[in-house]
């Protein structure tokens, strides 16, 4: 378990990053971790991100695709909106 008190998001505003290494696809050389975001005065939840937990080719090295270095955000998932629903199944 990892954190990151001082992540930045792409939005440029600070963040906590809280994650687990791990290896997140079948090919050992391609190990992520994912780390949830937090605000760090609300606690909310504004998205998801994967690092590179070591330094690995995308798609492996035979496929000819870029290094991505120990660290790189390979991917990010962000909440766009929440809403407060009178019952499950509303939608808004």
């Avoid at 906590?16 to 696809?25: K, P, S, T």
């Avoid at 992520?32 to 998205?47: E, I, K, S």
């Avoid at 870029?66 to 509303?90: E, Q, S």
Wanted: net charge neutral; glycine share 14%; aromatic share 8%.
């Amino acid at each position: 378990m990892e954190s990151s008190a001082a992540a930045v998001t792409a939005a440029v505003r600070e963040v906590l990053a809280i994650g687990a290494d791990g290896d997140f696809r079948d090919y050992a050389w391609e190990r992520n971790g994912m780390q949830v975001l937090l605000d760090p005065h609300t606690y909310a939840c504004p998205g998801v991100r994967w690092v590179a937990g070591l330094g690995c080719y995308a798609g492996g090295k035979a496929s000819g695709g870029p290094f991505m270095a120990k660290g790189t955000v390979v991917a990010t998932a962000a909440r766009l909106a929440t809403v407060v629903v009178d019952k499950a199944g509303d939608r808004n």
